[in-house]
T-cell receptor
Framework: GNSVTQMEGPVTLSEEAFLTINCTYT??????LFWYVQYPGEGLQLLLK?????DKGSNKGFEATYRKETTSFHLEKGSVQVSDSAVYFC????????????FGTGTSLTVIP | SAVISQKPSRDICQRGTSLTIQCQVD?????MFWYRQQPGQSLTLIAT?????????ESGFVIDKFPISRPNLTFSTLTVSNMSPEDSSIYLC???????????FGQGTRLTVV
């Protein structure tokens, strides 16, 4: 079946530290991969996406590369800010299985000044 | 993109009562979904809201407990019926167009059942 395994949190970093949040997936075929961010009291917002192998999604200094050989889509940012404090969700999408998204468990990030 | 308005944003309800959550999308979309996000957990799909027909429910969710309506392409409701404290959760509406795989989310409804 389809599933996403995400690094457990919570993660606490100092401002300007390097961030990595690991995400691996299980799926047949070629799913699209996403990172969503949820700020306190808000819904999920798309952060970045990649639709095929070796694609790199990037936005607001965050990056993730679709690695089919390792079935991974790790989220990275070189220098985090306090405003990056949020919960991050890795997700995959398969159009041939009911147009459904499959989400990881979410990783809470807190950035301290 | 699509903007999704969801209301209420939060509510505190007595056990045994029902709450209806509304979801309005600012443009016509093909797919609308309802998710539940329990404290500290990921999103679990409840059902796909089908326009003009009965919703398609995921395993573990039934129509009697979570009736869903979708009278047109931009509006849907989810009712949480005969609530118990175990129903305390965040409920999220989501939509996307079949041709564009990005999913858009409402801000969620934080439900507390006492």
């Amino acid at each position: 079946g389809n599933s996403v395994t995400q690094m457990e949190g919570p993660v606490t970093l100092s401002e300007e530290a390097f961030l990595t949040i690991n995400c691996t997936y299980t799926a047949t075929g070629y799913p699209s991969l996403f990172w969503y961010v949820q700020y306190p009291g808000e819904g999920l917002q798309l952060l970045l996406k990649a639709t095929k192998a070796d694609d790199k999604g990037s936005n607001k200094g965050f990056e993730a590369t679709y690695r089919k050989e390792t079935t991974s889509f790790h989220l990275e940012k070189g220098s985090v800010q306090v405003s990056d404090s949020a919960v991050y969700f890795c997700a995959l999408y398969r159009s041939d299985t009911g147009n459904q998204f499959y989400f990881g468990t979410g990783t809470s990030l807190t950035v301290i000044p | 993109s699509a903007v999704i308005s969801q209301k209420p944003s939060r509510d505190i309800c007595q056990r045994g009562t029902s709450l209806t959550i509304q979801c309005q999308v600012d443009s016509q979309v093909t797919m609308m979904f309802w998710y539940r996000q329990q404290p500290g957990q990921s999103l679990t799909l409840i059902a796909t809201a089908n326009q003009g027909s009965e919703a398609t429910y995921e395993s573990g969710f039934v129509i009697d407990k979570f009736p869903i309506s979708r009278p047109n392409l931009t509006f849907s409701t989810l009712t949480v019926s005969n609530m118990s404290p175990e129903d305390s959760s965040i409920y999220l509406c989501s939509s996307h167009r079949r041709a564009n795989t990005e999913a858009f989310f409402g801000q969620g409804t934080r439900l507390t059942v006492v």
